[in-house]
């Protein structure tokens, strides 16, 4: 497996809810869950770096919506960064033979990701 970073964040594990029941709907090459956990592990990963303007920030998990990079399916992990503000880290899978990379960044949070529907929200 491998992380390709665009951009840096921080992150505390978060016990997440998925919405609905059934098997888990495939969208940016993996279901909800999947991009919660990796999502969360790719902020986590670089939040681990000396010196990253949110280290030691209090970030948690707030929710999974479905959004887009550039036209590209992209799953957004919504963080909440302390008591008011918000981080989004957009990820997606690409699958290739028996490997996965998962693609990510991290940038502010749009106004259309704070609207959309989640497929997952924080408990």
Known sequence: MKLRPAFVVVALVATV????????????GMAADEAASQGLRAAADEAAQPGHPLHGRDLRL????????GGQDAWVVVLNVGK?????????????VLNVTYNYFIDKCTPKVLRAKADIVAS
Do not use: L, N, Q
Not at 20 to 28: D, H, L, M, T, V
Not at 62 to 69: F, H, L
Not at 84 to 91: D, E
């Open 17 to 28: 809810t998925a919405c609905g029941g059934g098997a888990p709907a495939i969208y940016a």
């Open 62 to 69: 707030a929710r999974v919506v479905r959004g887009e990079d």
């Open 84 to 96: 008011s503000k918000r981080t989004c880290v957009w990820i997606w899978a690409d699958h290739v």
